[in-house]
């Protein structure tokens, strides 16, 4: 195995080697039984350490506090949230190959870029993923933050169940890793924008596929240029299709545990938002991780609303960048090839939650409109 699995991208590139060494995704090539065995070995031992330890103790504990409306709150966020993280690990674990084997044709892909324009457009896909990394990295650092100030030292956090010193080692380092772990929405962000980026690449090459092209007196393509021109229509055609296999791929991957993460996010807002609203608690800090929370979730489905938006739509600018290149210099033949690859276009490569809902800015907008209205109806119950 690689000491450090390499990545173009380098949001990819530093999320690929922290899942790896915390055993959510590893993604080398393997190839003895024994070596697989090891792996999967491995990646159950530091799930079960780091999650799945927690996942039951807060069962347990969520039990055990039935009926206190504040302490269900307390160990529901976590839970909620470890939850939809498991849905996450666990396509990671199952998947492994698939998403290794889709890793390796996007960054084989943009290594081969050497257009100024293409390069230019991976550098913005670059920059984007790297702001997402900056984001997670600061709400998992605050988030540690507001576990550490909120508990105090040698008291049991009602919220995850740690028998220890929250403020003493391993106790800290192991609620550090934990929320770290949310890397594992970044790997499955970056991987998507990455596909974005090969879509407009696509789109880059067809407007620009007769540029290095002489301009002919009469308007028209000669027979040598046809030639040229077919070659280049019909590798198009087949990277564009390729992408959407990605597409396709990634989409029924992701689609259960986006579902997971779709629901997860529903509750958390509504219950919070409750919370911070009638809680006549003057505890700042409680308040603090309530809203840390609050803002957490609604950023993490915006994130994953605002890719699954932009696939579509720049899935769709396909056929526009098909249209802007000089087709009426094409013969009859060509511009039929042409036609194929804007007629596809037409159909958005759509992202979705467990095929009930399509993520785009507009599934944000409603999911924050659900939450409001479960709010309401939780506050005026209450009232």
């Known amino acids: ?25 590893i993604p080398d090539e393997l190839t003895g039984r024994r070596q697989k065995l090891l792996v999967q070995a491995y990646s159950v031992f530091m799930f079960m350490l780091f999650i799945g330890f927690f996942i039951i103790t807060q069962i347990i504990l969520f039990i055990l506090v039935w009926g206190d409306l504040s302490l269900m709150t307390d160990v529901g966020l976590v839970l909620g949230t470890n939850l939809a993280l498991s849905a996450k ?8 190959e698939e998403l290794a084997s889709i890793l390796k ?12 324009e293409g390069k230019k457009i991976i550098s913005e896909i670059d920059r984007e993923t790297n702001a997402f990394m900056k984001v997670f990295f600061c709400f998992g650092v605050g988030t540690v933050i507001a576990w550490f100030l909120s508990t105090p030292k040698g008291e049991l956090h009602i919220a995850t169940w740690y028998p220890c010193d929250t ?17 594992a929405d970044l790997l499955m962000l970056s991987m998507i924008a990455v596909c974005r980026c090969r879509v407009k690449l696509v789109g880059l090459y067809l407007q ?39 597409i396709s791929e990634l989409q029924n991957h992701f689609s259960p545990a986006l579902l997971v993460q779709l629901l997860t996010s ?13 809680e006549k608690s003057s505890d700042l800090l409680r308040k603090f991780t309530m809203a840390s929370f609050l803002f957490g979730m609604s950023t993490e489905m ?9 696939l579509s739509h720049d ?60 709010f309401t109806v939780l506050q005026e119950a209450t009232d």
């Open 1 to 25: 195995m690689k000491l450090v699995f390499d990545n173009f991208i380098f949001a990819l590139k530093v999320t690929l080697n922290w899942c790896r060494y915390f055993g959510i995704f």
């Open 105 to 116: 044709k996007n960054d084989d892909t943009l290594r081969f870029e050497t257009r100024e």
């Open 315 to 374: 899935s769709m600018e396909v056929a526009t960048a098909a249209y802007s290149c000089p087709w009426y210099t094409f013969p009859t033949s060509l511009k039929r090839s042409l036609l194929v690859i804007m007629i596809r276009a037409q159909q958005p490569a759509l992202l979705t939650a467990g095929g009930f809902t399509t993520l785009s800015l507009e599934t944000f907008v409603t999911i924050m409109k659900a939450s409001y209205r479960f």
């Open 266 to 278: 529903v509750v958390i807002i509504c219950v919070t938002a409750y919370q911070l609203a009638v």
């Open 208 to 246: 620009t596929i007769c540029d290095d092209l002489p301009c002919n007196v009469k308007n028209k393509l000669t027979s040598d240029e046809e030639v040229i021109v077919a070659k280049r229509i019909r590798e198009y055609v087949i990277e564009h299709q390729a992408i959407l296999d990605c």
């Open 302 to 310: 915006f994130m994953f609303s605002y890719q699954g938006g932009h």
């Open 167 to 183: 403020k003493r080692s391993p106790a800290y380092e192991i609620i550090m890793i934990h929320q770290l772990a949310i890397t």
């Open 89 to 96: 690990i666990a396509v990671f674990f199952f998947k492994r």
